[in-house]
């Protein structure tokens, strides 16, 4: 199988017994619903208030909510389709596998674009303003959607080539290998996945190894210390689950082969493309300072007009 979100769709080969695939819907979206609820208060909260527009770290991290929000929404709009009509237009099929592919492959450079700037407010501070600008994080923003774009447009470009008209008005499973089908394809998906998956990982392995040695350094408080590597642990957490996604496939195969089973795809669906995006907003919204009061004064706004709105009726 071909990495980085090939399991993406999570399109069972075999139907579950109804109650099961009923179970199964019903913890997706369930899940789907409540994770994008706390990024629409995210989202609203970042827009209200002009502080955010210009701090860099938060541009990157609202980017990072935006682009979970979209990604769930595909991927569980995937999972659904794939229960309900098993089989659907070629052409739905590749504008959803390309978005989902896009957003998957964006969380882990955004992650690593906010390691790279928290390193350089941590250990280069007289050269933050300098260096991290509103503008150059915009051009970042704009890098990250290319690299992650470009070598899969190909494969559409290619798919466009090979195939004639009428296979994108077929129906099929939606799975990436029956849409995007030659073999090549496969093999230039794999090489880029290696470059990503090392790239981001000396990355990350870098700049938190320096912010953690910088904190060190510098914390005179214990508490803040440990509230630090905690921190850290959890970025950690999340930024290996998220590049899990490069690998996942394999991993899904390994394990297929040591618990036999239907519930590997979908335990490996909620382990590599669901609970990242739970970690997100509190990783870097609720847990930050700054982000948590004006979030706070959102809550209390929405539960007074809650409270309000049936009273004036």
């Not at 090939?6 to 017994?17: C, G, I, K, S």
């Not at 052409?91 to 896009?102: K, M, R």
């Not at 981001?200 to 392995?205: D, K, P």
């Amino acid at each position: 199988m071909n990495a980085s979100s090939a399991n993406v769709t999570v399109v069972l080969q075999y139907r579950d017994p109804f109650s099961k695939a009923v179970a199964k819907n019903l913890i997706v979206v369930v899940i789907g619903i409540s994770i994008n609820y706390i990024n629409a208060g995210l989202i609203h909260t970042f827009c209200k208030h002009q502080t955010f527009y210009e701090d860099p770290r938060y541009i990157l991290f609202i980017h990072m909510v935006i682009n979970d929000s979209i990604q769930l929404t595909v991927t569980i709009t995937l999972f659904l389709l794939s229960y309900i009509f098993y089989r659907i237009n070629v052409s739905f099929c590749c504008f959803f596998i390309l978005v989902a592919v896009f957003t998957t492959r964006n969380t882990p450079l955004n992650l690593a674009s906010m390691a790279i700037e928290r390193y350089i407010a941590i250990c280069e501070p007289l050269r933050h303003t300098q260096i991290c600008t509103v503008r150059r994080t915009y051009i970042v923003i704009g890098m990250i959607w290319f690299i992650c774009a470009a070598p899969d447009i190909t494969d559409l470009f290619v798919t466009l080539a090979t195939e004639s008209m009428s296979f994108f008005h077929e129906s099929v499973s939606c799975l990436r290998q029956n849409v995007f089908k030659d073999p090549i394809l496969a093999q230039k998906r794999l090489a880029f996945d290696v470059i990503y998956f090392s790239c981001v990982f000396l990355t990350l392995v870098f700049t938190y190894l320096r912010i953690v040695f910088a904190a060190q350094a510098l914390s005179t408080d214990k508490m803040s210390a440990k509230r630090a590597r905690k921190t850290i642990l959890l970025h950690g957490a999340q930024l290996a689950m998220c590049m899990l996604s490069y690998i996942s496939p394999s991993v899904e195969i390994v394990l297929s082969s040591i618990f036999p089973g239907r519930g590997i795809r979908f335990a490996n669906y909620l382990i590599v493309f669901i609970l990242p995006r739970f970690l997100s907003p509190i990783i870097y919204g609720v847990r930050d300072k700054k982000f948590r009061k004006y979030l706070k004064m959102y809550r209390c706004r929405v539960n007074v007009k809650m409270i309000v709105a049936p009273a004036n009726r």
